[in-house]
Every structure is written in structure tokens, then in C-alpha cells.
């Protein structure tokens, strides 16, 4: 959503954006959904290129399987990276879900920044995981711990 400076009251708290009610309705659920949709889409893209990799390691005498192990991490990064700083700000997910990510201002989410919380998210949600639903059930605008650290937040598309 974009939003002007004029409609944002001041934060109350360091990093905990006041936005309009409408912009974050719903979004836990959503983002929920979202991720899961994004999960399946990441497996079946793992999982192409797990047999391409298997195919190409037989040509090449076992040399594309070093490729296999570090697959997942490499494609959720790329995907998380490259959708949501691109023209859309949001994975195929959170498109379906009619959700969009920003930095923190309202601007576009460079590539840097989506990798960083593809990074936190997968961290978060395997070490922290009652930490990170603690501070979305707290935090004004539901905002994740990983979204805070990485200053972004998750809203709904304003279209």
C-alpha cells in the first residue's frame, strides 16, 4: 500500500509503524496462507531441479550433486529475493493473498533487504519460532520479528 507521510501518525514505539487499520487487516492470516502456498511452489521448483541435477550428475560423473544439498536454501532465498523486490513486492504467495512488501517508509523492498528477511524468516521460524509468534500477537502493525529486523512490513495491496 502506499501511503503518505501525512496519513501516518508518529510511531509509538522505535520500529513499530502506525499504519491506517485497513492496511494490516487480516494480514497474520493471510501471511500464513501465503507461506504455505510459497512453500509448495518452492518444492515443486526444488523439485525440478533435483532432476535435472540427478540427470546432469549421471553426464557428468557425480559432479552436479554437490549442487543437491544447499538446493532449498538457494531457491528460497532467489525466490524470496527476486519476487518481492520485484514489481509486484510480494512472492506468488502473497500475491494470492493480496499482500505486498515495503520498507518501512513506503518504498520499494530492494533485493538486498527481501534475501535478508528470506534469511531471518527461515532462521526465526526454526530456532525462534514462540519468540516470533509472541512479538506478531504484540506488535501494532503484526509485524514479525524478522520483518522488524529486516525494517519492513507486510501489508495489504491498496488496488
Do not use: Q
Request: charged residues 20%; glycine residues 6%.
Amino acid at each position: 500500500m502506499t501511503f503518505r507521510p501525512d496519513e501516518r501518525p508518529a510511531p509509538a514505539m522505535a520500529g513499530d509503524l502506525v499504519l491506517p487499520e485497513r492496511a494490516v487487516e487480516g494480514v497474520r492470516k493471510r501471511r500464513i496462507l501465503a507461506i504455505g502456498f510459497d512453500l509448495v511452489f518452492i518444492t515443486l521448483i526444488v523439485a525440478a531441479l533435483f532432476v535435472v541435477l540427478s540427470v546432469l550428475g549421471i553426464v557428468t560423473f557425480g559432479l552436479t550433486w554437490l549442487l543437491i544439498p544447499p538446493l532449498f536454501p538457494v531457491v528460497a532465498l532467489l525466490y524470496n529475493g527476486l519476487t518481492i523486490s520485484g514489481a509486484r513486492r510480494a512472492t506468488p504467495g502473497m500475491r494470492l493473498m493480496d499482500l505486498e512488501m515495503r520498507l518501512t517508509d513506503g518504498a520499494r523492498t530492494p533485493f538486498l533487504n527481501a534475501a535478508v528477511h528470506a534469511v531471518l524468516f527461515y532462521l526465526s521460524w526454526t530456532i525462534l519460532t514462540p519468540l516470533v509468534l509472541v512479538v506478531s500477537l504484540v506488535s501494532r502493525n503484526k509485524r514479525c520479528l524478522h520483518d522488524m529486523l529486516s525494517g519492513v512490513v507486510v501489508t495489504r495491496r491498496a488496488d
